[in-house]
């Protein structure tokens, strides 16, 4: 908690004139996160913290931009600056850090795919969560309280049966469980509800962690790599010659760079389209919503397909809730009132004894969905341009890995061997990855 404090005085105390502190304090920053430093800050009354991320001056040109500052490009940028030495990088972002899909999601973190490609990736994303509070010195709040997905009849349990054992033998945890595990498990729940629970299967690595601490501590770890986070920088045309990106327009001018790759999220296709190429992507919005806080009684997340809807409790008490896309296109970041009234009805199917509690807060996102489900990274049409998007519903939980591969494809301009069959040619080639079932309930 003093910890929470801590940042929120930390941002609030951000202003340009801090800048140069914090930059004499960005190299040391990452290791400046210790007991004795929140002890003395505690001490302070919390007012000394610096700010955690520099916010520069735009240069002229740049080795590397990433447009988009959500999880993904700031992972990109991080593993880029980290691991293949690249100094000269930026990152811009049309409204504020973390402010898109980042900010917006359930923060359901699993690996419990069908294919061995999908696994492969989920599960090195997971891996990477399970050490990134220690190698971002940055408390993201990993949680591995399991997931838990409800079959409802007996054909759907056959089927969980079949993707458990697939899952498994990815090398990937998953355990089936029966009605009595379940209520073991998440005692509040009503398994004689209209669509009974026959059992389900659960994946004890699985998860939530805090998704504002992982766009920070990614910013916060960039940053002090000599990273530029430009915010309020809203990207508006690719410059090119000779078929090869030679830099952006910006709202805030033109800026050079040698390779450029974005991570837009509900923007794909705009940002594909102002680079003269299109992309299979069609966009929607996904909402959330949260109950007002109680005490914790439910340390497990819950998914039903079936009634579409999935639940955790978050560490402030408030039931996280989420369910299916609204059912047409839009660019609206709020979300319509049928799908928040199927959403809550679903929980209340299942968890009856919440059915007096408050809604406190509602919102969506904008989600690029393909048609596979399976995200859109690699190469593009134009040299030097790299694309990481397509994310849909289930994003978050791919942004470590997701960055590491990124920052290894755009270093070496060929895809990291866990993507290659990400690209966009698998739209010509017929080779998708269906991952509409584990994709199925957003999350
Ligand atoms: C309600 C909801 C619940 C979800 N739940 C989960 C979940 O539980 N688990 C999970 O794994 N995933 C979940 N997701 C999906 C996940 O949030 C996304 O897939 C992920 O956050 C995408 O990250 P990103 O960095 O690509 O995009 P974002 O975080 O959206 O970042 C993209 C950034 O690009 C910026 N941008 C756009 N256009 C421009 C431009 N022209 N110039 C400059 N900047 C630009 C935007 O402002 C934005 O900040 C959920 C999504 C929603 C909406």
């Excluded at 986070?229 to 690719?238: D, K």
């Excluded at 439910?298 to 039931?319: F, K, N, W």
Aim: net charge positive; glycine share 12%.
């Amino acid at each position: 908690m003093k910890h929470r404090i801590g940042l929120a005085e930390a941002v609030r105390l951000r202003s340009p004139g801090d800048d140069n502190i914090v930059f004499r304090y960005g190299t040391v920053l990452l290791k400046g996160y210790s007991f004795l430093s929140l002890a003395r800050q505690a001490l302070t009354g919390h007012k000394g913290w610096p700010v955690i991320w520099r916010s520069p001056e735009v240069k002229k040109s740049y080795d590397v931009i990433i447009i988009g500052a959500g999880g993904h490009g700031l992972a990109t940028a991080y593993y880029l600056a980290k691991n293949h030495a690249v100094k000269n990088i930026a990152v811009l972002e049309k409204g504020w850090l973390g402010g898109g899909n980042t900010g917006r999601n359930t923060q359901v973190t699993r690996s419990n795919y069908y294919w061995p490609q999908s696994a492969a990736f989920f599960d090195h994303s997971l891996k990477l969560y399970e050490g990134l509070g220690r190698s971002l010195n940055f408390n993201v709040m990993l949680s591995q309280r399991g997931i838990l997905n409800l079959a409802h009849n007996a054909y759907e349990l056959e089927g969980m049966r079949r993707w458990a054992n697939a899952i498994k033998i990815n090398a990937i945890d998953a355990e089936v469980l029966t009605p009595i595990d379940i209520k073991k498990l998440v005692p509040l729940i009503d398994l004689d509800c209209r669509f009974p629970v026959h059992g389900g299967f659960i994946q004890r690595r699985g998860g939530i962690s805090r998704h504002d601490a992982v766009a920070w501590g990614y910013a916060r770890a960039a940053s002090a790599l000599g990273v530029d986070i430009i915010q309020q920088c809203e990207v508006t045309g690719f410059n090119t010659a000779s078929g090869r990106v030679t830099g952006v327009n910006t709202t805030r001018g033109t800026i050079g760079a040698d390779k450029i790759s974005f991570a837009v999220a509900g923007h794909t296709s705009h940002l594909a389209k102002m680079a003269g190429f299109r992309v299979p992507v069609t966009s929607m919005q996904l909402q959330a919503m949260v109950s007002e806080p109680i005490k914790p009684c439910l340390d497990t997340v819950v998914v039903s397909t079936a009634i579409h809807m999935y639940v955790s409790q978050s560490d402030r008490g408030e039931l996280v809730i989420g369910g299916g896309a609204d059912v047409y296109n839009s660019y609206a970041q709020r979300g319509g009132i049928p799908v928040l009234q199927e959403n809550v009805a679903a929980l209340l199917e299942l968890f009856p004894v919440f059915s007096r509690l408050r809604l406190m807060r509602q919102w969506a996102g904008i989600t690029d969905i393909t048609p596979d489900t399976t995200p859109l990274m690699g190469l593009t049409p134009v040299q030097n341009l790299y694309i990481s998007g397509g994310w849909g519903t289930g994003g978050y939980k791919a942004i470590p890995a997701g960055g590491d591969t990124m920052a290894y494809t755009i270093a070496n301009d060929k895809p990291h061997p866990l993507i290659e069959d990400f690209g966009l040619e698998r739209f010509k080639s017929g080779a998708l990855i269906d991952e509409g079932a584990a994709s199925g309930v957003a999350h």
